[in-house]
């Protein structure tokens, strides 16, 4: 009898004990699954697309919104749409209507890469009705869309600075030695 007693004993101990590992078996399982969701969101959030918006001014002339794709993956299918009143209170009707016949048009920006937008020449600089390039752009990949605003607000934007840089002013030598070479070219040819 105390034989029997002592199984039943033994038998109850290695369940409690089994239930324990099975409990805390589950326990790691959920654990691991929520470090594996974590793990699949941190991934998700670094193998994407990520465009963000710069102001430039090009060549001492163009003045251009220029989106560019800073994640590590092409964005598909992006869209750029500026709000009406931005268009609206540009002076030049070139640029307007540039800006204008994009609405509604895709394209690809790979990674690394840009678009620029062409907003104004240097008349932009002394525009007194400037409002500020607001809109959305919306994109797509790997089945993801992802939309952000944009705001760039020139009227208080930095200043900007425009030096001529070394190849200006190699570019610049070798036409004047172009001109040269062709003066003397006439005087020989006389």
Not at 25 to 38: P, R
Not at 64 to 73: D, L, P, Q, S, T
Not at 101 to 107: H, L, N, P, T
């Amino acid at each position: 009898m105390n034989a029997d007693w002592a199984m039943v004993f033994i038998t109850f101990i290695y369940v409690v004990a089994t239930i324990t590992i099975c409990w805390a078996n589950i326990k790691s399982a959920k654990v691991s699954k929520e470090q594996l969701d974590e793990m699949r969101r941190q991934y998700a959030a670094t193998n994407r697309p990520e465009i963000e918006v710069e102001f430039c001014y090009l060549r001492r002339t163009w003045y251009v919104a220029r989106f560019i794709n800073h994640g590590n993956k092409t964005a598909q299918r992006v869209k750029i749409r500026l709000d009406d009143e931005f268009i609206e209170s540009l002076q030049e009707e070139s640029f307007k209507q540039q800006l204008e016949r994009i609405k509604g048009k895709e394209c690809i920006i790979g990674v690394g890469q840009h678009y620029d937008l062409f907003i104004g020449s240097n008349k932009l600089c002394g525009n007194p009705d400037m409002k500020p390039i607001t809109g959305t752009i919306e994109y797509e990949s790997q089945g993801n869309h992802y939309k952000s605003d944009i705001f760039v607000d020139l009227e208080h934007y930095m200043t900007f600075f425009s030096l001529t840089t070394y190849d200006e002013e190699l570019l610049k030598s070798i036409e004047t030695i172009g001109l040269e070479l062709n003066d003397i070219k006439k005087l020989l040819c006389i």
